[in-house]
């Protein structure tokens, strides 16, 4: 007889796929790959992923996905961002939310209205989404809060076009950033896409506060102490904070 036994508490292959929960140091390894690329990558899927038209309701988006591992425990996952083709229309208060060449993001009526610390260089106004893809690159660039982030082929990517993305894949093949995994409904492994971290310095409150933000929260399993670990079930909520609003104004400057 021939048996290779191993402790019941040890975790082996033949147990489902490993989950994890907590903030974990990733590099990104493939921008909307396709079927061949996932499969060079130990990837296994069956059929061609599909990035384009993708149908929420009465809304047509498109898909970023950034495939992603972790060195320590050896497993990839994915960050799926939606984005529009169309630039985000005005809020309830009459605000359009704009950026710039230095990937900045806020609301206004006008330029002249926007903040103090709002740069006016490359001003426009958004699409859906794109304010979730300025963050991850700027904690995966490590760009500090002066540097320029913005994208040449913006009106390109928004339709499904990330060869700019892509590129910027090849010469970033080094560089890291800090995510938050959760679980759902027990089996699926979710990515936190509503803040994203550096990796240096290294600053678990940035999470925290956005977790306690009113738009924050996390619908998915992770663990109170937000420490990299197994997947076990503990339900956490966060708080809840207040966000004000403004009033509206002419918005005839777009």
Known sequence: ???????????????????????????VIAVNPNLAELNSLGIQMKT????????LGDNVKNKIVF?????????????????GDEVR??????????????????????????PDWFKTDGIRRTYPGEETLINFVKAWAN?????ECYFETIDEIVKGNVKELKDLS??????????????KDGKYQQVYNRCFGRLKPKRDDVFVRSLN????????????????QSYSPEVVTPTAEGVGAAAPVTNDWL
Do not use: C
């Open 170 to 183: 090849a010469s970033l093949v080094d560089n890291k950033l800090r995510v938050m995994l959760g679980v």
């Open 143 to 147: 760009i500090p809060s002066d540097g």
């Open 48 to 55: 061609e992923p599909n990035y384009t038209g993708i149908q």
């Open 213 to 228: 933000d009113e738009y924050g929260t996390f619908n998915a399993e992770y663990n109170s102490d937000l420490l990299l």
């Open 67 to 83: 495939w992603i591992k972790n060195d320590e425990h050896n497993f990839n996952t994915k960050i799926e961002i939606l984005i």
């Open 1 to 27: 007889m021939a048996i290779q036994s191993n402790s019941s508490d040890k975790e082996v292959s033949g147990g489902g796929i490993p989950l994890f929960t907590g903030i974990a140091p990733v590099s």
């Open 89 to 114: 229309p005005a809020s309830k208060t009459g605000k359009f939310q704009i950026t710039n060449n230095f990937g900045q993001v806020t609301w206004a009526t006008k330029p002249e209205s926007a």
